[in-house]
T-cell receptor, first 115, second 109 residues
Framework: DTGVSQDPRHKITKRGQNVTFRCDPISEHNRLYWYRQTLGQGPEFLTYFQNEAQLEKSRLLSDRFSAERPKGSFSTLEIQRTEQGDSAMYLC?????????????FGPGTRLLVL | GQNIDQPTEMTATEGAIVQINCTYQTSGFNGLFWYQQHAGEAPTFLSYNVLDGLEEKGRFSSFLSRSKGYSYLLLKELQMKDSASYLCALNTNAGKSTFGDGTTLTVKP
């Protein structure tokens, strides 16, 4: 257990539905990252926050995806009008600016299946 | 881009030594991470190399050569629990990491 938690751990939804995932980072960490991972591939960067500011968003992230970190603590990732191609593991990670190597600590992930 | 290449699969015997290579092409990065990921679980941090050379940490060591665009992870005294995927990742500006697709290591008795 790295101290990063994600909820839910698993989500099955029908195509076209909206889903929202939550991530609670390690409390003193100011950076929070969202990644997506599909089978046989490494995690793929989606977006990251420093405190409450969203500083970068991958070009791979379509307009159906939105992320927030309103108080600089927990974050949510919402996917609107889900598609089968959105099926993946969604990983959250947190780090401390200036911390040792800025190592990212990953949560257990939310596994999404879109039917 | 930051093309990162790792072998897809490797097999080794319990008690042996295995070296997992990672090559990359990038214009710049802060450092290189190695993570371990068991099936269905999140990646866990193993090592971080900033400078060229070997970093040793117990049974695991990691090497970096910036001039050659090359890193490796060395696992000694392999145990069955070392069967996992090993991910090489470049740490770029703002701490964002770009990952390779991982090497699935199978340790056999």
């Amino acid at each position: 257990d790295t101290g990063v938690s994600q909820d839910p751990r698993h989500k099955i939804t029908k195509r076209g539905q909206n889903v929202t995932f939550r991530c609670d980072p390690i409390s003193e960490h100011n950076r929070l990252y969202w990644y997506r991972q599909t089978l046989g591939q490494g995690p793929e960067f989606l977006t990251y926050f420093q405190n409450e500011a969203q500083l970068e968003k991958s070009r791979l992230l379509s307009d159906r995806f939105s992320a927030e970190r309103p108080k600089g603590s927990f974050s949510t990732l919402e996917i609107q009008r889900t598609e089968q191609g959105d099926s993946a593991m969604y990983l959250c990670a947190s780090s401390l600016t200036g911390g040792p190597s800025e190592t990212q600590y990953f949560g257990p992930g939310t596994r999404l299946l879109v039917l | 881009g930051q093309n990162i290449d790792q072998p897809t699969e490797m097999t080794a015997t319990e008690g042996a030594i295995v070296q997992i290579n990672c090559t990359y092409q990038t214009s710049g990065f802060n450092g290189l991470f190695w993570y371990q990921q068991h099936a269905g679980e999140a990646p866990t941090f193993l090592s971080y190399n900033v400078l060229d050379g070997l970093e040793e940490k117990g049974r695991f060591s990691s090497f970096l050569s910036r001039s050659k665009g090359y890193s490796y992870l060395l696992l000694k005294e392999l145990q069955m629990k070392d069967s996992a995927s090993y991910l090489c990742a470049l740490n770029t500006n703002a701490g964002k990491s770009t990952f390779g697709d991982g090497t699935t290591l199978t340790v056999k008795p």
